[in-house]
Structure formats: C-alpha cells, structure tokens
C-alpha cells in the first residue's frame, strides 16, 4: 500500500472503533471463506471432472461397442447385399425364363385359337357331311330294301342251283372214282411195262454211271432191237470195246457222241 491509502485505512479504521488486527483478522477470514468457497468449486469441478471422465470413458466404450457393431452390420450389410445380388440375378434369370413361357404360352394360344377356328370349320364340315349320309342313309335303305327283294329272288335260285350242283357234285365224285380205278390200271400196266423191258433187255448199264445209262437207254429202245446185236463192252467212264475197236462215248445236250 502506498503512504496515503495506508495512513487513509488506518484513519478509518481508528473512526469506526476498530485495530489494525482485527481488519487483518476480518480479512483472513474473508480471505478462508472465498479460498473455502473456491475449495468447494474445486471439489465440485473434480467431482464433475471424475463424473464426465467417467462418462467420457463410457462414451468411449459405447463408442468402440458401436464400432465394432457398426462393423458387423458393414459385413452383413456387404453379405445381405452379394446374397440380394445373386437373388436378384435369380429373379431376372426367372423372370427371362418366365417371359420365355409366357412368350410360348402366347404362341401356343395362337395355334390354339387357329386349331379352334380350324375345328370350327370342320364341325361345320362335318354337320354338312353328316346331313348328307342322312339323306345318303335314306337312300341306302330304299336301295337295302331292294337288294332284299332282290337277295331273296337270288336265294331262290341259289337253292335251285345248289341242288344242281349237289347232283353234279355226286356225279363228279362218281367219275372220280372211276378215274381213280383206271389210273390204279394204268399204273399197274405200265409197272408191267417196265418189268417186261428189264426182262427183255439188251444192254444193262452201271448204275453210277450216267453216259452208260443214256448208252442203254438207247439200245434197249432201239426200234428193231430183235435184231440188234450188242458189241458194247464198258471198260471204264466213257470207253468201251466196241468189237476190235476202242471207242469213247460221252453224252452233250442229251444226245450220244461217238468218236
């Protein structure tokens, strides 16, 4: 304090009845109340220091919580997202195959509709058709009733002429039995025929030998054969001894060479 303002409290003071001390005191105590006051601001600011830090870290937690939640929903958001991808490639790949079918669908209602149109035409064909077998019907069964009046006149004369045929049949069998008793004759004649040439034959042939047959064939009918006289001697297949001389016999187109 400067001279005058010391000199001027201590003057003051002196009028009011009070020492020196006693406004030291006084403010002291002043001076503890306000440092007691800021004591308590300090706690107050400490304590919501504590609380807000409290809170901060918290905050913090919630903060890193949410991150780590935040995360997650990326990767399924990412997941949902290539999963609606591919669902929505699956649904425009249906929906092509479903355009595809209604596209067939249109066209198979079109050749539906022309095959209705077409089975129209044809009832009404039919309808025509069948109203004309009615009539031709009609006339068929004049033209039935005819052939019926006619059918029984022709049975008539098929039972007339059935019986004509049953008497020609009995005489055909008749003549057929008697066929047969002259064809057992004929063929016990010429059975005879044979025995009588193989008792009367010249010349007897090698059985295996085809050209000797033809050769005996031809001596045992030959016309005068009474008077023929047999100077063939077979010595093998094709040669024979023919009196003094040696000849050779073969058969070409059914007829015998000499040479």
Do not use: W
């Not at 249906?94 to 539906?112: A, G, T």
């Amino acid at each position: 304090k400067t001279m005058k303002q010391q000199t001027f409290s201590t003057a003051y003071y002196q009028d009011v009845g009070l020492t020196e001390n006693s406004v030291e005191i006084d403010h002291l105590k002043t001076v503890i109340v306000s440092l007691k006051q800021k004591a308590d601001v300090a706690d107050d600011i400490q304590q919501e220091l504590d609380t807000k830090t409290t809170m901060l870290r918290q905050c913090e937690q919630a903060r890193n919580e949410l991150q780590n939640k935040y995360e997650g929903l990326i990767n399924e958001t990412d997941e949902q997202a290539k999963k609606t991808q591919e669902y929505q490639a699956k649904i425009l790949e249906r929906l092509e195959f479903l355009e595809k079918e209604n596209q067939m669908q249109k066209s198979e209602i079109q050749n539906l509709k022309m095959n209705f149109d077409n089975t129209t035409q044809i009832k009404i064909n039919i309808d025509e058709e069948l109203k004309n077998s009615k009539q031709h019907i009609v006339e068929l069964e004049a033209q039935k009733a005819e052939l019926k009046k006619q059918l029984t006149i022709a049975s008539d004369y098929l039972i007339e002429q059935d019986d004509k045929v049953h008497k020609a049949n009995k005489t055909s069998l008749e003549l057929l039995d008697h066929l047969k008793d002259a064809e057992l004759e004929i063929e016990t004649l010429k059975d005879y025929i044979v025995e009588l040439k193989h008792r009367i034959a010249v010349y007897i042939p090698v059985e295996s030998d085809s050209v000797d047959a033809k050769l005996a064939e031809y001596i045992n009918n030959y016309p005068e054969r009474n008077r023929l006289k047999v100077m063939f001697m077979r010595e093998s297949s094709g040669i024979y001894q023919f009196g003094t001389r040696k000849i050779f016999v073969k058969v070409e187109q059914d007829k015998i060479i000499i040479r």
